[in-house]
């Protein structure tokens, strides 16, 4: 079992900059492929960005590449997502999950474990 919780969260202006933050606790952490999804009401939630066990692959959706970056520090079982640049549409709900599988994958129903998620608001 691998618990999941969010930080980092808040209201911000366009432009501005925040760091979201996951920390996991439970079994062998840093064997997950960890990711960050977003979800606004009556959407889907769908992935950011995914980063694999090692950090040394990782997957951006299109609309924040070049503004968000993930990254990890396996010996704090820690996932960040520091998203810069952000923009109204960054709006969301943002959850932190974690997937067995061992390989990118942007699938949510390929992720095993959730946080319960932090809101981000970002006003124009």
Do not use: H
């Amino acid at each position: 079992q691998v618990s999941l919780v969010e930080s980092g969260g808040g209201v911000v202006q366009a432009g501005d900059s925040l760091r979201l933050s996951c920390v996991a606790s439970g079994r062998t952490y840093s064997r997950y492929t960890m990711a960050w999804f977003r979800q606004t009401p009556g959407k889907e939630r769908d992935a950011v960005a995914v980063i694999s066990w090692s950090g040394g692959n990782t997957y951006y959706a299109d609309s924040v590449k070049g503004r968000f970056t993930i990254s990890r520090d396996n010996a704090k079982n820690t996932v960040y997502l520091e998203m810069n640049s952000l923009k109204p549409e960054d709006t969301a709900i943002y959850y932190c999950a974690a997937s067995i599988v061992t390989i990118i994958t942007s699938n949510r129903d390929r992720y095993n474990y959730w946080g319960q998620g932090t809101q981000v608001t970002v006003s124009s």
